[in-house]
DNA sequence: CGACTCGGACTGTAAAGCGC
DNA sequence: CGCTTTACAGTCCGAGTCGC
């Protein structure tokens, strides 16, 4: 079929791009059992995560592959900076306008991430315009650009065997049970009845505070989660949770109501550059929405009329000047020395140098 | 604005290590 | 021997360029 590729539509904004680690998620330690504190936030974590507002309109940000499009997490949209000298509260009022779970609904998931789909072997031209290819023969690619006659898959490389690795390190002992006691920087749940923040929230928060117990949404006085034979909630004293605190911490926008102890603030490091992200390439008119971005550059030299032309050589090219690997055990891949450090140059992200991990349960 | 380039992030998975 | 950990080999995202 000559349909267009499905992927090509210029509205490849909004692409969530991680540009994350596959660090473990931070998560948040449970809520106290009715109207209690909140523990502080757990070891090492980047400074910032809050909760996105809802977007009913979101749809598969890129679907994998041809994979069809699958609905997935429709409720992240992206949040506004907090204005200077404020930070998100944490978690987001749910009051907040189509919040799912204000609407008595299944909090959203995770929403891991979807992965990239790869084919297993790509044609020969996608694979050296480094372009996506599919599993049909004259690929889709290349029937859109008249290549179909040449689609024809690669050979792939024998992998090379007899090559010596240090010793592994054991990451996954036990895999079931909880963080136990460990340095706290082990994810853990997040408050029960909240989802969880999306991976990557640029934006400093704070946790709520105490007392803070989500307005039930008929009204009522008991607050879910509250024990059977507990009293009545005086709930709606409360007033309603701010989006956002005044920066630093320990403040509350006007007076602290009843029984507000100090705030229980994360050790937030403001973020020198919160714009998340969007995508919105420089010539792209599209839909602009919003799309501020601070434009990275990652210059690249062109070489220009050189070369054959596809098939460009690859990382792995490898050094032809043989040289057999005289059997030496050599670990490749050098770990990161840090948890959560962003990229050397696009890095938006956070910078979190994993200063000082914080212990899990040490209420203020 | 589409086609091209191409650095490098990601993915997939075979092979090396290890515990039992 | 089965499961875990590594890291090789390949895919393809997306920024930067070019040319029409
Ligand atoms: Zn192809
Ligand atoms: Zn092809």
Known sequence: ??????????????????????????????????????????????????????????????APNGAPAQPVAPFFMAVPPPPPGMVYAYPMPPTAPGY???????????????????????????????????????????????????????VRKERKKGIKRGPYKRKNRNASGEPSTGEGDQPVAAPAGYPLPPEGYPFPFVYPPYGYMPPPADG???????????????HPVYP??????????????????????????????????PSAKPDSSGPAPANGSVSAEPAKSKKRSRAKGEEG????????????????????????????????VGHPEGGPAATFNGPEPRPLMATM
């Not at 680690?21 to 090492?44: D, F």
């Not at 031209?125 to 029937?143: F, H, I, L, M, W």
């Not at 029984?259 to 937030?268: C, F, S």
């Not at 090219?317 to 770990?335: I, V």
């Open 1 to 62: 079929m000559s349909s267009e590729p499905a992927k090509s539509s210029s509205s490849s904004s909004a692409s969530p791009q991680e540009g994350a680690q596959p660090q473990p998620v931070p998560q948040y330690a449970q809520p106290p059992p009715y109207g209690g504190h909140y523990p502080p936030p757990p070891g090492p974590y980047p400074p910032f995560y809050a909760y996105p507002v809802p977007d009913p309109s979101h749809h598969d940000p890129n």
């Open 100 to 154: 799912p779970y204000a609407a008595g609904l299944p909090p959203p998931q995770p929403t891991p991430k979807a992965k990239r789909k790869q084919v297993k072997m790509a044609c020969t031209n996608c694979a050296g315009a480094c372009k996506r290819c599919d599993e049909a023969r004259p690929c889709d690619r290349c029937v859109k650009y008249g290549l179909a006659e040449t689609c024809v898959d690669g």
């Open 220 to 234: 009522q006085q008991h607050p879910e989660g509250a024990p059977n034979g507990a009293p009545p909630m005086p």
């Open 240 to 273: 309603p949770y701010p989006t956002m605190y005044p920066h630093p911490y320990g403040a509350y926008p006007g007076a602290p109501p009843m029984g507000y102890p100090p705030m229980m603030g994360a050790p937030v490091a403001t973020s020198p550059n």
């Open 309 to 340: 032309s596809r098939s460009h050589k690859k990382h792995k090219e490898a050094r032809a000047d043989d040289g057999q690997p005289s059997g030496e055990a050599l670990p490749k891949d050098p770990p990161p020395p840090s948890p959560f």
